[in-house]
């Protein structure tokens, strides 16, 4: 069953970052909106999200938080 997760990416001061490039393991690339957001379906148990070719998350869909949030280089926040 697919899961759809909101992911936002922000600069040092937790503001949004447009522009950003976010992917799941195996899925098409996209970027961030005007204020930070970017939408992922993920479908199965695991996954790897990445955020501008950094591993932002790697773990069980099921652990995620309907919106996450990572910074630039891929921290979560």
């Known amino acids: ?3 759809v997760v909101k992911v936002c990416v922000v ?6 970052l447009s522009g950003q490039k976010v992917k ?3 899925g098409s ?4 909106d005007s204020d930070g957001y970017v939408k992922l379906t993920l479908d199965g148990s695991r996954t ?8 932002a998350y790697d773990g ?8 996450e ?3 630039k280089s891929g ?3």
Do not use: K
């Open 1 to 3: 069953m697919a899961r």
């Open 11 to 16: 600069d040092s001061n937790g503001y949004g």
């Open 24 to 26: 799941s393991y195996g």
């Open 29 to 32: 690339e996209f970027r961030t």
């Open 48 to 55: 790897t999200i990445y955020v501008n070719g950094h591993t």
């Open 60 to 67: 069980y869909v099921a652990n995620l938080d309907p919106v």
């Open 69 to 71: 949030t990572f910074t």
């Open 75 to 77: 921290g979560r926040l």
